[in-house]
């Protein structure tokens, strides 16, 4: 059973930014919040973490409030190969912990 | 820097034969995971070795499913006997922090294998 939950799908523009938030709503202490990415026949890519506040990189920001029972990630003006599907995922190395949802679809039109 | 290696890219079975995954993860990389995606979920977990010792197989089912990392570099995972509910890619990554460290954890993926069924 995942433990986030996150829209199953989205639909954007190229140029816009996306945000997709994911709920964390039993979060543990030690949890930190990844981002993953997934095309079509390739494995998921890395894309982001956090543990709380707000992280940026050159892909993508990720912001997590005080409570830390949410997290969004913010994409800056999309591009066509921005279509993918993205995970949320809370760790902190406990066993039976790393569970995927089933993430949210992203398609961006041009 | 090379990448998670897996082989076959695809492979096609008829029920009740075997088959075997092969992965060989970052080099340097303690930790190896195998996970199964089915078609429009999410990857699920089966096994996470660390080093050559299994952390949680919690998930594997065992009657049918084994793997192994001998030397704590290299895995195979195997099915014996495969049944049609085993069509799936199976994913092989592996990261460079330990499991029991809070945090951190960036997993990096294989490209993985597509398994058929018939």
């Known amino acids: 059973l995942a433990k986030t939950t996150q829209p199953i799908s989205m639909d954007s523009y190229e140029g816009q930014e996306v945000n997709i938030t994911c709920s964390h709503n039993n979060i543990a202490t030690n949890d930190y919040i990844t981002w993953y990415q997934q095309f079509p026949s390739q494995g998921p890519r890395f894309i982001i973490q956090g543990y709380k506040t707000k992280v940026t990189n050159e892909v993508a920001s990720l912001f997590i409030p005080a409570d830390r029972k949410s997290s969004t990630l913010s994409l800056p003006r999309v591009s066509l190969s921005d279509t993918a599907v993205y995970y949320c995922l809370e760790y902190g190395g406990s066993q039976g912990n790393l569970i995927f949802g089933k993430g949210t679809k992203l398609s961006v039109k041009p | 820097e090379a990448g998670v290696a897996q082989s076959p890219r695809y492979k096609i079975i008829e029920k009740r034969q075997s088959v075997a995954f092969w992965c060989n993860p970052i080099?340097?990389?303690?930790?190896l995971y195998w996970y199964q995606q089915i078609l429009g979920q999410g990857p699920k977990l089966l096994i996470q070795?660390?080093?050559?010792?299994?952390?949680?197989d919690s998930q594997l089912p065992k009657d049918r499913f084994s793997a192994e990392r001998l030397k704590g570099v290299d895995s195979t995972l195997k099915i014996q006997p495969a049944k049609l509910e085993d069509s799936a890619v199976y994913l092989c990554?592996?990261?460079?922090?330990?499991?029991?460290?809070?945090?951190?954890?960036?997993?990096?993926f294989g490209a993985g294998t597509r398994l058929s069924v018939l």
């Open positions: 080099s340097g990389h303690a930790t």
């Open positions: 990554a592996s990261s460079l922090d330990p499991p029991g460290l809070a945090g951190q954890n960036i997993q990096y």
């Open positions: 070795f660390q080093n050559n010792g299994v952390v949680d």
